[in-house]
């Protein structure tokens, strides 16, 4: 049996996983104008970023497709943390783990990393892929975060205060403004927008913004596909999680969807000590 997950269905061809001989085949097809918005590959006009000033960023790729999946960001020697719409993506496609890896210590996606083979992915239970609430999700990997430039970044606290027109910064290996994937991490500087014309914004796109998210604004800045699962960070911290945005990226009016890490401090750490 074929099983060909949503996610991994690009504009002209799919990547089927047989069940029985566990072969990943591309099946060329017509998809037409298909696009996978959060599974999607950008930073828009941001900058070259170095790894040695975001040694916690990490991204997770799909081996057989030489595809990144999304962003990861190293919150423990043994974990990341990302986007739950990510991790529903690896395990709704039945895939074996072994496909993917985080690779991380390298500010090139595929030169000079240093690879994680990937242990267990724990999504949040209370996620739903229809409102993108809760949209969190943990992966442990195997070998240990210690190379020179892997290390953990710090969380938002339960009370981190998200203070709207504030300066964060978003970052991936996601679609640049160019339309490929980066090769080198990016940068981009956004703003926080406060929560209700954020909800005003979405709402007329019939998307509700949940207590469980913060959106921040670039004026043409944003991420892209590739970028779920990145990085918010502010104050040498993680703050958000890269969800959704206005197609194409880089909206000139709707601000970026982030998952709201300060909500899930607590969650994150009962993880981490039960699994
Ligand atoms: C990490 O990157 C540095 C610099 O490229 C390299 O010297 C080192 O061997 C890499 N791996 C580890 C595990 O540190
Ligand atoms: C934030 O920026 C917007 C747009 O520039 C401005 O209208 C608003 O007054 C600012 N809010 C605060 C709290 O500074
Ligand atoms: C915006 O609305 C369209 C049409 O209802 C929907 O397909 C799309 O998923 C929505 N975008 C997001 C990010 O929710």
Same mark, same amino acid.
């Given at each position: 049996?074929?099983?060909?997950?949503?996610?991994?269905?690009?504009?002209? *061809?799919?990547?089927?996983?047989?069940?029985?001989?566990?072969?990943?085949?591309?099946?060329?097809?017509?998809?037409?104008?298909?696009?996978?918005?959060? %599974?999607?590959?950008?930073?828009?006009?941001?900058?070259?970023?170095?790894?040695?000033d975001?040694?916690?960023?990490?991204?997770?790729?799909?081996?057989?497709?030489?595809?990144?999946?999304?962003?990861?960001?190293?919150?423990?020697?043994?974990?990341?943390?990302?986007?739950?719409?990510?991790?529903?993506?690896?395990?709704?496609?039945?895939?074996?783990?072994?496909?993917?890896?985080i690779?991380?210590?390298?500010?090139?996606q595929?030169?000079?990393?240093?690879e994680?083979?990937?242990?267990?992915?724990?999504?949040?239970?209370?996620f739903?892929?229809?409102?993108?609430?809760?949209?969190?999700?943990?992966?442990?990997?195997?070998?240990? *975060?210690?190379?020179?430039y892997?290390?953990?970044?710090?969380?938002?606290?339960?009370d981190?205060?998200?203070t709207?027109?504030?300066?964060?910064?978003?970052?991936?290996?996601?679609?640049?403004?160019?339309?490929?994937?980066?090769?080198?991490?990016?940068?981009?500087?956004?703003?926080?927008?406060?929560?209700?014309?954020?909800?005003?914004?979405?709402?007329?796109?019939?998307?509700?913004i949940?207590?469980?998210m913060?959106?921040?604004?670039?004026?043409?800045?944003?991420?892209?596909?590739?970028?779920?699962?990145?990085?918010?960070?502010?104050?040498?911290?993680?703050?958000?999680?890269?969800? *959704?945005?206005?197609?194409?990226?880089?909206?000139?009016?709707?601000?970026?969807?982030?998952t709201? %890490?300060?909500?899930?401090?607590?969650?994150?750490?009962e993880?981490?000590?039960?699994?």
């Amino acid at each position: 049996m074929f099983i060909c997950p949503i996610s991994y269905i690009f504009t002209a *061809f799919a990547l089927c996983y047989n069940t029985v001989s566990g072969e990943v085949v591309k099946e060329l097809k017509n998809y037409g104008n298909t696009r996978i918005d959060h %599974v999607s590959y950008r930073i828009v006009n941001g900058n070259d970023a170095d790894i040695k000033d975001y040694p916690f960023a990490a991204l997770i790729f799909f081996t057989p497709a030489s595809k990144l999946i999304g962003g990861a960001t190293i919150i423990a020697p043994l974990w990341t943390v990302t986007a739950a719409d990510i991790g529903t993506t690896i395990e709704k496609g039945n895939i074996p783990l072994n496909l993917f890896t985080i690779r991380s210590n390298s500010s090139y996606q595929d030169e000079l990393y240093s690879e994680h083979s990937i242990a267990k992915i724990i999504i949040h239970k209370a996620f739903s892929m229809e409102s993108h609430d809760y949209n969190i999700a943990m992966i442990k990997v195997n070998n240990p *975060f210690n190379g020179r430039y892997e290390k953990p970044i710090a969380l938002a606290e339960k009370d981190y205060k998200y203070t709207p027109n504030t300066t964060v910064y978003v970052i991936g290996w996601g679609r640049t403004e160019k339309g490929e994937l980066s090769k080198v991490l990016k940068y981009g500087r956004v703003t926080i927008v406060d929560s209700y014309s954020c909800r005003s914004y979405w709402r007329l796109n019939e998307t509700t913004i949940t207590y469980r998210m913060v959106c921040a604004f670039g004026a043409g800045t944003d991420p892209c596909t590739g970028d779920v699962g990145s990085a918010l960070l502010q104050s040498d911290k993680l703050i958000g999680i890269a969800l *959704f945005w206005r197609t194409p990226c880089g909206d000139l009016v709707f601000p970026t969807v982030y998952t709201k %890490v300060s909500e899930f401090h607590s969650w994150i750490l009962e993880t981490m000590q039960t699994d």
